[in-house]
């Protein structure tokens, strides 16, 4: 299983931010976000649109998130702009994945040091500077290499049918009609 772990975001600027990680890692194959800091009052779209669209996606929050990572019995892995090319680790994430739980941080203020000297791995979506929520994509796409698209949602209200034009969206007993 994966856990995403948001450390606090800027107040006032990262708002968004924080619920569109939650998303983020919902739709793709995460079954866990944390909260930190700042960031613990923002769980509330992510909760509401699991509770419409399926799940699994635990979402809770931490006062602790230092201590939350040290503790962390899995591998941790922070992504970071200064880490290593996601191409050249994936391989070795994805063997340790296989074997047990992973940790995946994010960041949005400074990273405190600490953070990237527990990680296992501090890795870069490319060595650029953009958003938590493009690395995110792009990194649980490469652990789970295309495998999370397919995933089946547990217990939905809301379903999209998919169509080449138009929206639909229906109870999911509709749906297998
Ligand atoms: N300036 C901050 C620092 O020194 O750590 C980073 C700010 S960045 C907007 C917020 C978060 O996006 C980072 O903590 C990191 O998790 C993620 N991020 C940004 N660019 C990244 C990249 N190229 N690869 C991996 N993660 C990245």
Do not use: C
């Amino acid at each position: 299983d994966v856990t995403v772990l948001r450390l606090g975001h800027r107040p006032g600027r990262d708002e968004r931010m924080t619920t569109h990680v939650g998303l983020t890692a919902r739709a793709l194959g995460a079954d866990r976000i944390v909260m930190a800091g700042s960031a613990r009052d923002r769980t509330d779209t992510i909760v509401d649109i699991t509770e419409r669209f399926g799940g699994p996606m635990a979402v809770e929050t931490t006062a602790e998130p230092k201590g939350f990572i040290r503790n962390f019995e899995g591998t941790v892995v922070h992504l970071t702009m200064y880490g290593e090319p996601i191409q050249d680790v994936e391989g070795e994430i994805r063997d340790a994945h296989a074997d047990g739980p992973l940790l995946l941080v994010v960041g949005a203020e400074k990273v405190p040091f600490e953070v990237y000297e527990r990680a296992d791995f501090n890795v870069g979506v490319t060595n650029q500077p953009h958003s938590e929520v493009a690395s995110l994509a792009v990194f649980l796409d490469r652990l789970f290499e295309g495998r999370e698209l397919d995933r089946e949602w547990e217990d939905p209200d809301r379903v999209v049918v998919p169509m080449e034009t138009g929206k639909r969206v229906v109870d999911p007993d509709e749906r297998t009609e």
